[in-house]
């Protein structure tokens, strides 16, 4: 999508699954091995009682989002802000929901709200993004 398209207010929104897959992909990846992403065992001694994707893998939906579909190819992350307010499960789907706050069109800087939500319409992630998106 170009610059010139998205207008303040345009929403986008695509579901992703935090699958048993993608943690083990994010946990050797990212080397963040804790037991309660990866250990069925460990992890039904902790508040969540079952295994639980990692924050950052979710947050990493949102860049994909942004990478790939809204704004899409060529988009530059600038700034993204994160806050974790609930667990996303494993096989748990979620949603990514970007929407145009503002522009700034001397630079083509665009100022995101980035949440994501599980399956209940829960947030699961709050957040805000600055990219920009040159032509």
């Not at 508040?47 to 939906?61: D, E, N, P, T």
């Not at 995101?112 to 040159?134: C, E, H, I, Q, Y």
Request: hydrophobic letters at 35%.
């Amino acid at each position: 999508m170009k610059y010139s398209e998205m207008k303040v207010n345009d929403i986008y929104k695509e579901k992703f699954v935090a699958t048993d897959e993608k943690v083990r992909t994010f946990a050797a990846t990212s080397g963040d091995n804790n037991p309660l992403h990866l250990d069925d065992e460990f992890a039904k001694k902790t508040i969540f009682k079952q295994r639980i994707a990692h924050g950052m893998l979710v947050a990493s939906f949102i860049s994909k989002v942004l990478g790939r579909d809204f704004p899409g190819d060529g988009t530059i992350y600038m700034q993204q802000e994160v806050k974790f307010t609930k667990p996303v499960y494993i096989n748990e789907e979620v949603e990514v929901e970007v929407e145009v706050l503002e522009k700034r069109d001397d630079k083509k800087i665009i100022k995101l709200r980035t949440d994501v939500f599980n399956s209940k319409g829960d947030k699961v992630v709050k957040g805000n993004a600055t990219v920009m998106k040159p032509e």
